[in-house]
Nanobody, 121 residues
Framework: QVQLVELGGGLVQPGGSLRLSCVAS????????MGWYRRAPGKQRELVAT???????NYADSVKGRFTISRDSAKKTMYLQMNSLKPEDTAVYYC???????????????WGQGTQVTVSS
């Protein structure tokens, strides 16, 4: 099995920065697309950013220019650098990864348990 663990959430003032990490462990042959999603109180989960194995990235319009997604394939780790944080960024942030655990097997989608990010003065 594969586990995804998010680290780095917390409380930050508006305009501040946080860096989230997502570490993948377990039976992993290859990690394809990885991404960050979030769920704000009373809202549905939404895409924040994704990064392909090639390094191609995709961002939600609401975070473009403020958030940066990256990954270290050797460490099986993905990051989300969040700058200029706003109160509306408050949410539980989830890590997602499409993981192929063995050569020849179709990849499987995995989720982390989530980490709380609160932006408030």
């Amino acid at each position: 099995q594969v586990q995804l663990v998010e680290l780095g959430g917390g409380l930050v003032q508006p305009g501040g920065s946080l860096r989230l990490s997502c570490v993948a462990s377990g039976s992993i042959f290859s990690i394809h697309v990885m991404g960050w999603y979030r769920r704000a109180p009373g809202k549905q989960r939404e895409l924040v950013a994704t990064i392909a194995g090639s390094g191609d990235t995709n961002y939600a319009d609401s975070v473009k220019g403020r958030f940066t997604i990256s990954r270290d394939s050797a460490k099986k780790t993905m990051y989300l650098q969040m700058n200029s944080l706003k109160p509306e960024d408050t949410a539980v942030y989830y890590c997602n990864a499409l993981v192929q655990w063995r050569l020849g097997v179709s990849p499987t989608n995995y989720w982390g348990q989530g980490t709380q990010v609160t932006v408030s003065s």
